[in-house]
């Protein structure tokens, strides 16, 4: 008898980076795996419990002494949907379990330190999910962009980044890397949108348009940094960003299979159900 | 002529503790202001969209430097719903503007410092909503409870959280005060749910039987904590809270008002709209 049913291709799979990158090759306003924005609506609910409930598992296994947590990492050129993807995505799971941190532009007390202790002090704890808007990444992007770090030590960088993220899953935590693809004309839409709308005023910066100037060498910097941190262990996948509704499931299913990937089962009552029922009862 | 809608009464005028408080005397079964659970689920969508809104121009306020923030502090016995209430109310915001933190035990390092030393560095930044799942209010609570600290040092301790909370309003801080409110009967019921199921026992601890036998003494410490510190600055409310559809609408809707109380605007852009959309059209 022959198979009716075939297995469905991994997310990750699907999404994991081929190295070496050329984001020009690569279709920003793809969907791939989603027929379209209706398909994914129906699909969303279903992925939003199964987290939910890989996250409560994930938490309660800290209690009981589990290490593990997950860090998902987004990266994205401006206005790419790294804000939104998170809302949407931390939205259907529980807050306590959600360590969320978005990284500006370091500070003079961070300038002052090596590039990951700003990271380090945002790790997420055992039990939770870490959320990074912007990361370590930036300072190997921002610093090619503008040359403002000695290409030695920009060098260093990209093994330092690949030695961290490498003692973070020696450490039980599971690394998630996501780009989020925009596309040049959908930048500028968004951007438009932003100027079109009063309420949007705040989120506009004149420097997102002098950055689109630079916009290549962004790219390059991007491509450099996937194709030197793309490693096993904490690969790197790239979610085509120009549909929001695309790039929240992705991102969705993505983190879905990194928990499903952890084998987590309900921690075991270390006292006797029974005996407790009955003086409970008797309260 | 004679109006014809009359003013709804307010959450916060609804559920603001009138003292001395009487716990007893209060109802953990009723729905103030809510017909029932189909009423509330009406409801409920048009309030978080609400709470999304200014929760976003509180975020942009802080952008352009404001200093404006608010502390929602979540108070109640063991399964009383804090976490669930949490989920519900900061689920349909986004979490970029939410700073989440559930105090647990002290640590030693914590208790070697005043009470109040591990919840300042926990307080929410200007443009964010800080949510404290219990707070330094266990510091009067328990050691009330079970004598564990000097008479002298207790109320001296009412005194400096009056004073702390001044200061935060002072600073811009909308501090709301909630104590969810629920019954003994119900307490049993959701311990007994949690021993009824194997993925709900490690939520299960057998302390929690032990302090049932403590109920009246815990009321009677939450009695006096909120008398001690119920200031025009800083109210409390006592939120029913045996319906968790219930208090999860009436903690939505005391924070809509808090933020609607705080009269926010959206920030004026401080750069030529039309000139900068010349040159984004340009790139």
């Known amino acids: 008898m022959s198979k009716h049913t075939s297995t469905p291709t991994p997310w990750s799979d699907r999404l994991r980076a081929v190295t070496p990158v050329d984001l020009a090759s690569l279709s920003s306003g793809a969907t791939p795996g989603v027929l379209d924005k209706e398909a994914a609506a129906t699909e969303s609910p279903g992925i939003a419990k199964a987290l939910s409930t890989l996250q ?60 990951l202790w700003r990271v380090e002090k945002r790790l997420p704890g ?16 921002v610093p090619r962009v503008h040359e403002s770090v000695p290409s ?77 941190t793309h490693t096993s262990e904490a690969p790197w996948h790239i979610v085509p960003a120009d549909n929001k509704w695309y790039s929240a499931l992705a991102v969705q299913n993505l983190l879905l299979e990194t928990l499903q990937s952890l084998d987590l089962t309900w921690p075991t009552a270390d006292y006797d159900v029974a005996a407790q029922r009955a003086r409970l009862l008797a309260t």
């Open 126 to 141: 055992p039990g939770s999910i870490g959320i990074f808007d912007r990361s370590h990444y930036e300072d190997v992007l």
């Open 56 to 115: 409560e598992k994930l938490f309660a296994d800290s209690l009981f002494g589990g290490r593990r947590r997950v860090l998902l990492v987004l990266q994205g050129m401006d206005t790419a949907g790294k804000g939104g993807v998170v809302k949407r995505v931390a939205g259907t799971m529980d807050p306590q379990g959600i360590s969320h941190h978005a990284f500006k532009k370091p500070t003079e007390e961070e300038l002052a330190h090596p590039f």
């Open 152 to 228: 030695v030590e920009l060098e260093s960088r990209y093994e330092q980044i690949v030695d961290f993220e490498r003692a973070l899953v020696d450490d039980g935590v599971a690394v998630l890397k996501v780009f989020l693809h925009l596309g040049f004309d959908e930048q500028k839409k968004r951007l438009l949108r932003r100027l079109d709308r009063s309420d949007k005023h705040w989120k506009f910066s004149t420097a997102d348009v002098d950055d689109r100037a630079l916009w290549p060498s962004f790219h390059d910097a991007y491509e450099v940094a996937i194709d030197r």
